[in-house]
């Protein structure tokens, strides 16, 4: 399966994602309903609402999503910190849940990382969108086989919008 991977979009999405099977959006969606329709239009979405989202997104995208895609458990929230720095809240998900992989936004800074305390992949996708102090928009695409995740790719994009 293959996965395009987005967070604090705030209003602003670029379909450089197109050859994905799945979206998914780690928060801070942004934008009116057309917005979020055009981004459930897409592609197949599985997403969370990030702290600057309002409704509809908050009635559509809970706060924390776990599922499990090619044998890979996923647990998803906007706010979640990483390795040795999660939030109180991220860190009890994440000890109920016992995922493969954990992803967050929020902080606009793009890391993937793997947590040795956890035996879990960590991935925040950093910020698609224009808000924000980040100097280039980002994303990651990448494929799940069999429980792991391969072919990794990180786009980089230019603030201005494409």
């Not at 995208?61 to 929230?77: A, D, H, I, N, S």
């Amino acid at each position: 399966m293959y996965i395009g991977l987005i967070s604090d979009t705030h209003g602003v999405f670029s379909e450089f994602l197109q050859p994905v099977d799945e979206l998914w959006h780690a928060g801070d969606i942004g934008g009116d309903d057309a917005f979020l329709q055009s981004i459930k239009d897409f592609k197949p979405v599985v997403g969370v609402h990030g702290n600057c989202d309002g409704y509809p997104a908050r009635y559509d995208f809970p706060e924390f999503q776990c599922f499990e895609r090619e044998g890979l458990k996923v647990l998803m929230t906007h706010i979640g910190g990483y390795p040795g720095h999660y939030n109180s809240v991220a860190r009890r998900a994440i000890m109920e849940m016992k995922p493969g992989l954990f992803v967050c936004g929020h902080s606009h800074i793009l890391k993937v990382q793997w947590d040795d305390q956890f035996n879990m992949l960590t991935m925040n996708p950093g910020a698609a969108g224009l808000q924000g102090w980040q100097l280039v928009r980002t994303a990651l695409r990448f494929k799940i086989e069999s429980g792991d995740v391969k072919a990794l790719e990180v786009f980089e994009l230019p603030r201005q919008r494409k």
